[in-house]
Antibody, heavy 119, light 107 residues
Framework: QVLLQESGPGLVKPSQTLSLTCTVSGGSINSSSYYWTWIRQPAGRGLEWIGRIYSNGRTNYNPSLKSRVTISVDTSKSQFSLKLSSVTAADTAVYYC???????????WGQGALVTVSS | DIQMTQSPSTLSASVGDRVTITCRASQNNRNWLAWYQQKPGRAPKLLIYKATTLESGVPSRFSGSGSGTEFILTISSLQPDDFATYYCQQYNSHFWTFGQGTRVEIK
């Protein structure tokens, strides 16, 4: 079974850029069957899809976040990354990375990484 | 954008009860729908995809039905491990949207 693990700073200052990396193990990030996805969840609230990337670098983003989001992939390291710029307190959330079957639904998820935006 | 509306937001039930959760799409979503279970402090777990297909390893008491704009998740006989929050998710468009979630609590 594939394992996904998020890593990155747990505290980011307002107006700065949030950066997270997801490391994939136990499976190939180059597989043609999957996209690699970021989802977030503010405390006590629902899930919000951020975006996804294919191994060739093709991306799709949530229109509400598109101007601030960049997702990239490094297949040599079996990692994909999230950058969210100009963060505010509203971006405080648990951030999950997930494997998405044909980009459609997440069948394996990381444990989540809490990122707090605060000065 | 396709908006997803779940109901109820909270559901109180007892072990052994049959439970149904409804998810409505703002436009025709064909059968491009998934259901997840989430427990506190844990990542969501995939239960059902393509509206009716049970993910491998998920107990058969879970089932999904519906197509188009109305979808239902049914738990045929609620077990203690099933008390959790459930989310629907559409994937008809190039991005996902989730329902608001349904919390299943002990009656």
């Amino acid at each position: 079974q594939v394992l996904l693990q998020e890593s990155g700073p747990g505290l980011v200052k307002p107006s700065q850029t949030l950066s997270l990396t997801c490391t994939v193990s136990g499976g190939s990030i180059n597989s043609s069957s999957y996209y690699w996805t970021w989802i977030r969840q503010p405390a006590g609230r629902g899930l919000e899809w951020i975006g996804r990337i294919y191994s060739n670098g093709r991306t799709n983003y949530n229109p509400s976040l598109k101007s601030r989001v960049t997702i990239s992939v490094d297949t040599s390291k079996s990692q994909f990354s999230l950058k969210l710029s100009s963060v505010t307190a509203a971006d405080t959330a648990v951030y999950y990375c997930a494997r998405a079957v044909y980009g459609d639904y997440g069948d394996d998820w990381g444990q989540g990484a809490l990122v707090t935006v605060s000065s | 954008d396709i908006q997803m509306t779940q109901s109820p937001s909270t559901l109180s039930a007892s072990v052994g009860d049959r439970v149904t959760i409804t998810c409505r799409a703002s436009q025709n979503n064909r059968n491009w729908l998934a259901w997840y279970q989430q427990k506190p402090g844990r990542a969501p777990k995939l239960l059902i995809y393509k509206a009716t297909t049970l993910e491998s390893g998920v107990p058969s008491r879970f089932s999904g039905s519906g197509s188009g704009t109305e979808f239902i998740l049914t738990i045929s006989s609620l077990q203690p491990d099933d008390f959790a929050t459930y989310y629907c998710q559409q994937y008809n468009s190039h991005f996902w949207t989730f329902g608001q979630g349904t919390r299943v609590e002990i009656k």
